[in-house]
């Protein structure tokens, strides 16, 4: 039998290491902010280039009165690859994720 099944019959806990409960928190918090930053600088990749909203002063960009101005430069083709490259890797993430979960796929 199981040596924690035993500690916990005996003195009422789980008795776990708290090491690997460390472990465990550092990699989930390490991929969270890797695959939400790779997420943000692809967005922010895809914005080079982007038009500009036009309005008058203390009006609301987002209201009626805004002007989007047309887009005077394409967006860099090297923007454009890293962009791509960050949701690749998120992707990629994702997709590894799914197959660390689902028995189905080992």
Do not use: K, Q
Not at 31 to 52: C, E, N, S
Request: charged residues 10%; neutral net charge; aromatic residues 8%.
């Amino acid at each position: 039998m199981n040596t924690a099944v035993l500690r916990a019959d005996v003195s009422g806990s789980l008795a776990s290491e708290g090491g690997s409960i460390l472990l465990v928190f550092v990699v989930g918090l390490a991929a969270t902010v890797i695959i939400a930053g790779l997420y943000a600088l692809g967005i922010r990749f895809f914005a080079v280039g982007a038009p500009d909203v036009v309005v008058r002063h203390g009006d609301d960009p987002e209201g009626p009165t805004a002007i989007v101005a047309p887009r005077e430069h394409a967006r860099p083709r090297a923007a454009t690859a890293a962009g791509l490259v960050c949701f690749a890797g998120v992707a990629a993430a994702v997709l590894y994720g799914i197959y660390l979960v689902i028995p189905l796929f080992h």
